[in-house]
């Protein structure tokens, strides 16, 4: 989460923004299918709503308290410049676009990969349920690295013929890629044969994999539809993946990842077009008054937007979980609603 505050914030090094974009996207994916599970529900209609509880929820309650916050600072900013506030077709184009998820259009406005990961985990269901009936743990790696594979290369194939889709449907077999490579992780390390792998001295190799075939393959933005040439996302991707969770194994128990996870939804919402937007807007106007130029201070200026950022996102967590805990599928807990 916090790589991905770093990666939307502008001024960040062109060359740290291509490295965050190589695999935080499919980490999101790969950790949810970490966690993925289908043996609590009792049948297909329990999991629909427990996932929709999970993620459709937030998904259109937060979008549509930060369209609110968003257009409003928006307005706030254009007056402190004093400029005209732009008002015009787009912004209810934006509104329109919470409901449809059409990405690379003006019907479009933010979150597509929660659109994504509902509609890829509601699909993965019934992998799961094959992989299940599955005997044999090795043949059943077999299966999903199959999978992953076979959903990597359709994913690509949709992602080159189409430049956006109606809810992100276009992002759905990529995102069931690292969702199935996400769930061979979670089986294996729940019984203790993975681990190993997440050895700290195993980090370097992690972070050169990636490096490399980061460059070899340039850009790769899921958003826009463009992750490069298959391979070398790919490898980039799992590598990535790989030694964000070396650094989550070492780091186990921390407070600050555990705290940071907890609220990833209402970080992940806020994150782009509320809290670094106006936090950089804030930053400059500061650092123009006294005449500091950016370019001579772009590093300690993202670690600062960065660590604001979190402290305002922190902050409306907080807000969020004591007081609207239904906004991301939640009851408020049984201590608070006593107290009420």
Not at 156 to 167: A, D, H, P, R
Not at 207 to 225: C, E, K, P, Q, S
Not at 279 to 290: D, I, R, S
């Amino acid at each position: 989460m916090l790589l991905v505050i770093v990666g939307h914030i502008k001024c960040a090094s062109s060359t740290v923004v291509i490295w965050i974009y190589s695999f935080h996207m499919p980490l999101f994916f790969a950790l949810s299918g970490m966690v993925f599970s289908i043996k609590k529900y009792p049948g297909f209609s329990k999991f629909l709503r427990a996932k929709a509880k999970s993620l459709l929820v937030p998904y259109y309650c937060l979008n549509l308290i930060l369209f609110v916050l968003s257009n409003l600072s928006d307005i706030f900013i254009s007056l402190v410049k004093r400029e005209t506030p732009v008002l015009d077709v787009k912004i209810l184009k934006n509104f329109v676009g919470i409901f449809l998820g059409y990405r690379l259009t003006d019907y479009y406005f933010e979150m597509y990969f929660i659109m994504a990961l509902f509609i890829a985990l509601t699909a993965f269901y019934f992998v799961a349920k094959v992989a299940e009936k599955i005997k044999g743990r090795g043949f059943k790696n077999v299966f999903l690295i199959a999978f992953c594979v076979l959903s990597a290369c359709i994913g690509k194939l949709i992602l080159s013929e189409n430049k956006g889709f109606f809810l992100s449907l276009d992002i759905v077999p990529t995102a069931m890629s690292f969702v199935s490579l996400g769930y061979l992780i979670g089986l294996n390390k729940r019984k203790g044969e993975t681990e190993r792998s997440f050895k700290i001295y195993l980090f370097p190799v992690a972070l050169g994999i990636n490096y490399v075939f980061m460059h070899l393959n340039g850009i790769a933005d899921l958003n826009r539809a463009d992750t490069g040439k298959l391979l070398y996302y790919m490898l980039a991707a799992v590598s990535g993946i790989w030694g964000v969770l070396i650094l989550c194994y070492e780091n186990r128990g921390s407070r600050l990842l555990e705290y940071i996870g907890r609220n990833s939804l209402i970080f992940y919402a806020f994150q782009h077009k509320f809290a670094i937007k106006n936090l950089t807007f804030a930053v400059t106007c500061v650092m123009g008054k006294t005449g500091v130029l950016l370019d001579d201070h772009r590093q300690p200026t993202v670690f600062f937007i960065t660590v604001l950022s979190c402290l305002v996102l922190a902050a409306m967590s907080e807000i969020i979980n004591r007081y609207f805990p239904f906004l991301i599928g939640k009851k408020k807990p049984e201590n608070e609603s006593a107290k009420d």
